[in-house]
Protein backbone atom coordinates (compact mmCIF):
# COMPACT_ATOMS: atom_id res chain seq x y z
CA UNK A 1 0.00 0.00 0.00
CA UNK A 2 0.90 3.70 -0.75
CA UNK A 3 -0.27 6.70 1.30
CA UNK A 4 -1.00 10.13 -0.30
CA UNK A 5 -1.00 13.21 1.22
CA UNK A 6 -1.63 16.36 -0.30
CA UNK A 7 -0.94 19.79 0.24
CA UNK A 8 -0.94 23.31 -0.97
CA UNK A 9 -4.31 24.37 -2.50
CA UNK A 10 -6.08 27.65 -1.77
CA UNK A 11 -7.83 30.66 -3.61
CA UNK A 12 -5.48 32.66 -5.70
CA UNK A 13 -6.52 35.27 -8.63
CA UNK A 14 -5.82 34.66 -12.43
CA UNK A 15 -2.43 34.41 -13.27
CA UNK A 16 -0.99 33.54 -9.82
CA UNK A 17 1.09 30.66 -9.00
CA UNK A 18 1.14 27.80 -6.64
CA UNK A 19 2.57 24.81 -6.03
CA UNK A 20 0.78 21.37 -4.58
CA UNK A 21 2.76 19.10 -2.90
CA UNK A 22 2.39 15.38 -2.39
CA UNK A 23 3.90 13.42 0.71
CA UNK A 24 3.82 9.60 -0.20
CA UNK A 25 4.89 6.88 2.46
CA UNK A 26 4.35 3.44 2.42
CA UNK A 27 5.77 0.51 -0.10
CA UNK A 28 7.24 3.61 -2.33
CA UNK A 29 9.49 1.03 -4.09
CA UNK A 30 7.12 -0.23 -6.00
CA UNK A 31 5.89 2.86 -7.81
CA UNK A 32 6.37 3.39 -11.15
CA UNK A 33 4.46 6.22 -12.13
CA UNK A 34 2.66 9.44 -10.01
CA UNK A 35 0.41 12.13 -11.74
CA UNK A 36 -1.58 14.68 -10.56
CA UNK A 37 -5.75 14.84 -11.84
CA UNK A 38 -8.35 17.00 -11.33
CA UNK A 39 -12.13 17.12 -10.79
CA UNK A 40 -14.75 19.67 -11.59
CA UNK A 41 -18.45 18.91 -10.33
CA UNK A 42 -20.19 16.90 -13.30
CA UNK A 43 -17.34 16.35 -15.11
CA UNK A 44 -14.85 13.15 -15.11
CA UNK A 45 -11.81 13.34 -13.55
CA UNK A 46 -8.85 14.32 -15.71
CA UNK A 47 -5.00 13.37 -15.78
CA UNK A 48 -3.49 16.61 -15.94
CA UNK A 49 0.44 15.52 -15.83
CA UNK A 50 2.18 12.72 -14.59
CA UNK A 51 6.10 11.28 -14.15
CA UNK A 52 7.60 8.17 -14.53
CA UNK A 53 8.91 7.87 -10.48
CA UNK A 54 12.40 5.99 -11.42
CA UNK A 55 12.70 8.38 -15.02
CA UNK A 56 11.10 11.25 -14.05
CA UNK A 57 9.95 11.44 -17.66
CA UNK A 58 7.09 13.51 -17.86
CA UNK A 59 3.60 14.41 -20.23
CA UNK A 60 1.18 17.11 -19.59
CA UNK A 61 -2.69 17.50 -20.95
CA UNK A 62 -2.60 20.31 -24.01
CA UNK A 63 -4.35 22.49 -21.47
CA UNK A 64 -1.66 23.16 -18.95
CA UNK A 65 1.58 23.02 -21.49
CA UNK A 66 3.95 25.24 -20.62
CA UNK A 67 2.23 26.40 -17.44
CA UNK A 68 2.63 23.15 -15.07
CA UNK A 69 5.68 21.57 -14.49
CA UNK A 70 5.45 18.26 -12.84
CA UNK A 71 8.57 16.92 -10.60
CA UNK A 72 9.35 14.45 -8.00
CA UNK A 73 12.02 14.59 -5.18
CA UNK A 74 12.82 11.04 -4.68
CA UNK A 75 14.84 10.92 -1.82
CA UNK A 76 12.09 13.06 0.10
CA UNK A 77 9.03 10.31 -1.49
CA UNK A 78 7.14 13.48 -2.72
CA UNK A 79 5.64 14.62 -5.93
CA UNK A 80 5.01 18.51 -6.72
CA UNK A 81 2.88 20.30 -9.38
CA UNK A 82 4.19 23.81 -9.68
CA UNK A 83 1.07 25.43 -11.07
CA UNK A 84 2.17 29.07 -13.10
CA UNK A 85 -0.47 31.62 -15.09
CA UNK A 86 -3.43 30.26 -12.99
CA UNK A 87 -6.76 30.90 -15.59
CA UNK A 88 -10.72 30.51 -13.97
CA UNK A 89 -10.81 26.89 -15.73
CA UNK A 90 -8.22 25.63 -13.84
CA UNK A 91 -10.47 25.49 -10.18
CA UNK A 92 -10.93 22.08 -9.28
CA UNK A 93 -9.91 19.72 -7.06
CA UNK A 94 -6.83 18.57 -7.37
CA UNK A 95 -5.87 14.48 -6.77
CA UNK A 96 -2.10 13.07 -6.30
CA UNK A 97 -2.40 9.38 -7.47
CA UNK A 98 0.07 6.71 -8.09
CA UNK A 99 0.67 3.11 -9.78
CA UNK A 100 2.96 0.13 -9.70
CA UNK A 101 4.82 -0.65 -11.79
CA UNK A 102 3.29 -3.46 -13.05
CA UNK A 103 -0.58 -2.10 -13.30
CA UNK A 104 -1.72 0.60 -16.26
CA UNK A 105 -3.79 1.94 -13.69
CA UNK A 106 -3.81 4.69 -11.19
CA UNK A 107 -4.62 2.55 -7.86
CA UNK A 108 -3.55 5.16 -4.93
CA UNK A 109 -5.45 8.51 -4.47
CA UNK A 110 -4.95 11.00 -2.08
CA UNK A 111 -7.86 12.79 -0.34
CA UNK A 112 -7.59 16.30 -2.84
CA UNK A 113 -7.01 20.08 -2.46
CA UNK A 114 -8.81 22.40 -4.04
CA UNK A 115 -7.67 25.09 -6.41
CA UNK A 116 -10.17 27.93 -6.92
CA UNK A 117 -8.56 30.88 -9.20
CA UNK A 118 -10.50 33.77 -9.35
CA UNK A 119 -10.75 36.48 -12.17
Known amino acids: QVQLVESGGGLVQAGDSLRLSCAAS????????MGWFRQVPGKERELVAR????????SYVDSVKGRFTISRDYAKNTLYLQMDNLKPEDTAVYYC????????????WGQGTQVTVSL
Open 26 to 33: GRTSSVGS
Open 97 to 108: SARRASRTEYEY
Open 51 to 58: ISWNLGST
